[in-house]
């Protein structure tokens, strides 16, 4: 399969691929002299790595061809092996597990009901330990742009009962994550790749409940500040479509002053 880039009538780059539900090989990947220092290279890639769904990512270039090299480790390909097939021919395999692709979407009217689906079921696995369920995150915010993941706050009477869920959370189709880097906390994730749920389980009383709920409180009592964020999250999905953590670094600052606002407001600190 071919890809071109065109500038104007003229086809300035191709990339040509293999494509299976596993991997996709990169087999030729070329701009015109003309066309080069434009970025053209780079565009091609990350089109295969934004639109085309697959495991991993495969290629193979010259083992001094270091500008290729570098363009693709630019993008977080590993060299895993370099390689004779011929004598005095010596090639360099790459590849990178697919990447988790920032992605933001505009408001889904569904998204409210997929987090009721998912509240029922979790209801009826976790019974009489369950405290609260809440919706949380961007999705749970009416008219907010988000990435299509619907995060999932429980609220329940003792965290050490957590492990006695984990089979049926697994059955329910979640990966149990541990703390995930907060302390006090369970985290689990559905969806693979695809991440489509986040549960955060925290034992009543554990402040990031409360930050959580005066957050999406907050946003929702202040439209003007929601679509702040809205445009903020667009503008990073656009800067950093490959690279989660640079999006995730771009929001905090903004969050963090949010939060701030939003415990005072919470307190009576602003005009409700």
Not at 133 to 151: L, R, W, Y
Not at 178 to 205: A, C, D, M, W
Request: hydrophobic share 40%; charged share 30%; proline share 4%.
């Amino acid at each position: 399969t071919f890809i071109g880039w065109f500038e104007g009538e003229e086809l300035a780059g191709i990339a040509s691929f293999i494509h299976t539900a596993e991997k996709l090989t990169i087999c030729r990947l070329a701009v015109h002299p003309v066309h080069f220092r434009k970025g053209i290279a780079m565009a091609l890639l990350r089109y295969l790595l934004m639109e085309k769904e697959a495991e991993a990512f495969e290629v193979t270039t010259g083992a001094e061809n270091e500008p290729a090299k570098a363009l693709y480790q630019k993008l977080g390909f590993s060299e895993i092996e370099q390689y004779e097939p011929e004598k005095g021919i010596v090639l360099s395999r790459l590849t990178l597990n697919a990447p988790r692709k920032v992605k933001v979407v505009s408001y889904q009217e569904e998204w409210e009901g997929e987090f009721f689906k998912e509240k029922k079921q979790l209801e009826a696995l976790f019974q009489n330990e369950v405290l609260h369920i809440h919706h949380i995150g961007s999705t749970s915010i009416p008219g907010m742009s988000a990435k299509p993941v619907i995060d999932i706050l429980i609220e329940v009477n003792d965290l050490g009962s957590a492990a006695r869920f984990e089979k049926g959370m697994k059955m329910l189709g979640y990966e149990s994550k541990g703390e995930n880097g907060i302390p006090g906390r369970r985290f689990f994730q559905k969806g693979g790749r695809k991440r489509t749920h986040h549960v955060h389980l925290y034992e009543s009383g554990h402040p990031d409940i409360r930050r959580h709920l005066a957050f999406r409180d907050y946003l929702i009592s202040h439209p003007e500040r929601a679509e702040e964020y809205a445009a903020l999250k667009m503008k990073l999905a656009e800067m950093f479509p490959l690279d989660m953590a640079g999006y995730v670094d771009g929001k905090n600052g903004w969050i963090k002053e949010t939060e701030r606002l939003a415990e005072q407001w919470e307190k009576g600190g602003e005009d409700r």
